[in-house]
């Protein structure tokens, strides 16, 4: 194994939500190790995201503590955006700035789409969507201001390729990557870089989904590095790591190459006809901005010009 610089967070302070368990505490528990202080929030709810108690959180900031770091407890719901902004206000007066914030928190309501109250829809979206747009919300003037910011979106392989039963929770995951992509662009200017995590693990959310042999395998820390990563002061940008069982992979939304069919009144047929061409992924790109999609219909439209 090669040499490597160290990832390094000193001097850094970091929000994690969802940090009172799984995967958050985990995150909340490196970021320290390395130097980071941290605002571990938890609302401390059940994995439907009912009750609460600021216990989960301060019992991992003890966990800090006790290694020798420094952290904050804070039990904010991420969807009560007043309460947010208390939080990284919390942040900025214990230490001056936030650098590093991980969107972790979420909660499950599991259903086929048949079944499924719109009720439970709507509240798997507002936390994992709409928390994680409040908390960046809430640090975003803060970053812009520093010249500085590293956000980590937690997305999720039910959003990006989809999963049974999943229909509310896939909307939301797949929405913080359309979040990422967008900020992604508004932030290099003033290096807040933001990414996605998609993690497969065994915390209380889904380790019933795992067969007994496979728990010790997809244990949480085994998502940490990806998140290390994306979080440091090398981050890259608008990535979408995917992470589990020791194993990373990237995952990309692309463009293909398409086909110009023209404007005619039998071109639903001549689409229909063709459209194994226009889905063929040979010469796919991975598109800078969604500007990509116009300029290249363009180009194929004025190369194709007085056809059709």
């Not at 007066?93 to 259903?111: C, E, H, M, S, T």
């Not at 829809?121 to 409040?134: P, Q, R, S, T, Y």
């Amino acid at each position: 194994m090669s040499n490597s610089t160290s990832i390094d967070f000193q001097g850094r302070v970091a929000i994690v939500t969802g940090a009172g368990g799984g995967l958050g505490r985990q995150h909340a528990l490196a970021l320290a190790a390395r130097g980071a202080k941290v605002v571990v929030n938890d609302l401390g709810g059940a994995r439907d995201g009912s009750g609460g108690s600021v216990s989960a959180a301060q019992a991992v900031v003890d966990e800090i503590k006790a290694a020798g770091g420094e952290a904050i407890a804070n039990g904010a719901s991420v969807t009560d955006f007043e309460a947010v902004q208390a939080m990284v206000k919390q942040a900025v007066d214990a230490w001056g700035r936030v650098d590093i914030l991980v969107n972790n928190a979420g909660i499950l309501r599991d259903k086929s789409f048949a079944k499924m109250e719109l009720d439970d829809f709507k509240l798997v979206v507002d936390v994992h969507l709409m928390g994680a747009v409040n908390c960046t919300k809430a640090v975003w003037a803060l970053m812009n201001e520093q010249k500085y910011g590293r956000i980590v979106m937690t997305t999720s392989s039910s959003g990006l390729y989809g999963n049974f039963g999943q229909s509310n929770y896939g909307a939301a995951k797949l929405a913080l990557v359309g979040l990422m992509q967008t900020l992604s662009i508004e932030g290099a200017k003033n290096d807040i870089r933001v990414n996605c995590l998609a993690p497969t693990a065994a915390t209380r959310m889904t380790e019933d989904l795992f067969p007994k042999d496979m728990l010790e395998a997809f244990r949480p820390e085994a998502v940490v590095p990806a998140m290390l990563v994306l979080a440091a002061q090398g981050a890259p940008n608008r990535t979408i790591l995917c992470a589990g069982a020791g194993t990373f992979e990237a995952a990309h939304i692309t463009l293909t190459q398409g086909a110009w069919l023209g404007i005619a009144a039998d071109t639903p047929e001549q689409l229909a006809a063709r459209l194994s061409e226009v889905t063929a992924r040979e010469g796919e790109a991975v598109p800078q901005s969604g500007a990509a999609q116009g300029a290249n219909e363009v180009a194929k439209g004025q190369a194709n010009a007085g056809r059709r």
